[in-house]
C-alpha cells in the first residue's frame, strides 16, 4: 500500500487570467521499480479533496466555436533554451490500450523541446494520422511519408515536411495507406529494420536531438519496426480504471525485442495523462504507476483538459493553442524534465 498523496495536483484555474498552478508528484519513498505483473485492479483508498479542479472541463463558449480564427493564433509561449542530448535520443511513444494521449503527448512533447531550442522529427506511424494533423501537416490521401519509406523504400529526407508549431520540428506523415501496410510487410524481407535502417540513413546528413515514433494502439509491423528503431520507449498511462491493462504485454514485446533484435532498448519514461483530480482512483492510479515505474515516472501529470482535446481540431498543439493553459504548462514541464534527464544521463 503506498502513502496517500497530501495535495490537489492540479488546481482550479482562474477564469479572468487563465492561468492556472501546476504541482507535482513526488513518488512515494521506498518503492523499487518492477516491469512485471502489473496490477489491473485499483482499490480506491485515497481521498482527493473535492474542491480541486482539472482544468478547463468546462465546453468552449459559443463566441469561441463561431469564431475559431481568433483562437487558432494566440502568441506562442517563451521557451527558455533546453539542453540537448549528446546522442540522438530516438524514443517510441507506444501503449497497447487506445485512448492514453499518446499521440497528445507525442505532439506536444515533441513542439515543447523544438520550442526549446532542439532539433526533433516526428514519424508517424498511425494510419489515422492524428499526429501529422495535430503538427499542421498535410495527411490526404495521395501525400508521401511513412508508407513509402517502408514500402517503396523513399528516403526520409525527401518526405518530412516542416511543421508550423516551430522551424526546428520535422514530420514524416502517414496516410490511410499506412492501414494495408501491416500486411504488405508480411512477405517483405527484413520488414522489422526497414524504418531503422532508412531513419539511420537520414541522421548521417540531417543529425536531430530527438526523434519520436506516434504508434498505433497495436503491437503489429508497423510499432515493431518503431521498437527496433529506437533506443528508448515513453508510455503514456491514462490516470483511469484499467489504465494499466496492456501494459505487461507491451513489457513482453519489449522485452522480445530488446533479446532479439534491438539490445539498446529500454523503458526510460512513464508519463501520467487524463489525471483529474476530483476523483479518487486517479489519486489511486497514480500510487500504482509509481509504485512499479518508480524512476521512469515523471514527477508532473497532465491533466484532463478540454483545450488539449480541441487543439487538434486548429491544427495546433495546445502550446500554441492555448499557451497559458494548465495542460500547455504540463507538457513543457515534462518536456523540460525529458530533456533534463536526457542530458545528464547521456553527459
Do not use: W
Not at 499521440?103 to 531550442?117: E, R, Y
Not at 534491438?262 to 492510479?285: G, I
Request: proline fraction near 8%.
Amino acid at each position: 500500500m503506498t502513502e496517500p498523496l497530501t495535495d490537489p495536483v492540479v488546481a482550479p484555474d482562474n477564469e479572468a487570467s487563465g492561468q492556472a498552478d501546476i504541482a507535482t508528484l513526488a513518488p512515494p519513498d521506498g518503492m523499487a521499480a518492477t516491469v512485471a505483473d502489473v496490477p489491473v485492479q485499483h482499490e480506491v483508498t485515497h481521498p482527493v479533496p473535492a474542491e480541486a479542479s482539472t482544468d478547463d472541463l468546462e465546453p468552449p463558449t459559443p463566441e469561441a466555436q463561431a469564431e475559431p480564427e481568433a483562437e487558432s493564433a494566440p502568441a506562442r509561449p517563451l521557451i527558455e533554451p533546453l539542453p540537448a542530448p549528446p546522442d540522438t535520443r530516438i524514443m517510441v511513444v507506444a501503449n497497447q490500450k487506445g485512448g492514453v494521449g499518446k499521440t497528445t503527448t507525442t505532439v506536444n512533447i515533441a513542439a515543447a523541446l523544438a520550442m526549446g531550442g532542439l532539433s526533433v522529427l516526428v514519424i508517424d506511424l498511425d494510419p489515422q494520422g492524428n499526429a501529422s494533423t495535430a503538427l499542421g501537416v498535410e495527411h490526404s490521401t495521395g501525400t508521401r511519408g511513412t508508407y513509402e519509406v517502408l514500402l517503396d523504400g523513399d528516403a526520409i529526407e525527401d518526405l518530412v515536411v516542416v511543421s508550423q508549431e516551430a522551424p526546428n520540428l520535422r514530420v514524416l506523415p502517414a496516410t490511410v495507406d499506412l492501414a494495408a501496410a501491416e500486411v504488405e510487410l508480411v512477405s517483405v524481407v527484413a520488414r522489422e529494420g526497414r524504418l531503422n535502417k532508412a531513419l539511420r540513413t537520414y541522421l548521417k546528413d540531417h543529425p536531430a536531438d530527438y526523434v519520436f515514433f506516434d504508434c498505433p494502439p497495436s503491437l503489429g509491423l508497423l510499432t515493431l519496426n518503431a521498437l527496433v528503431a529506437a533506443n528508448e520507449i515513453l508510455i503514456p498511462i491514462q490516470c483511469e480504471y484499467y489504465a494499466l491493462e496492456g501494459v505487461s504485454q507491451l513489457m513482453q514485446t519489449i522485452n522480445l525485442v530488446k533479446g532479439e533484435l534491438n539490445d539498446e532498448l529500454d523503458l526510460s519514461t512513464v508519463l501520467l495523462t487524463m489525471f483529474d483530480a476530483r476523483t479518487k482512483l486517479a489519486a489511486q492510479v497514480v500510487d500504482e504507476v509509481r509504485a512499479h515505474f518508480t524512476e521512469q515516472t515523471l514527477p508532473m501529470v497532465i491533466p484532463r483538459s478540454v483545450r488539449i482535446s480541441e487543439a487538434p481540431s486548429y491544427g495546433q498543439t495546445v502550446l500554441t493553442y492555448q499557451p497559458e493553459s494548465t495542460g500547455a504548462e504540463s507538457y513543457l514541464a515534462a518536456a523540460r524534465e525529458i530533456a533534463r534527464r536526457g542530458a545528464k544521463e547521456n553527459s
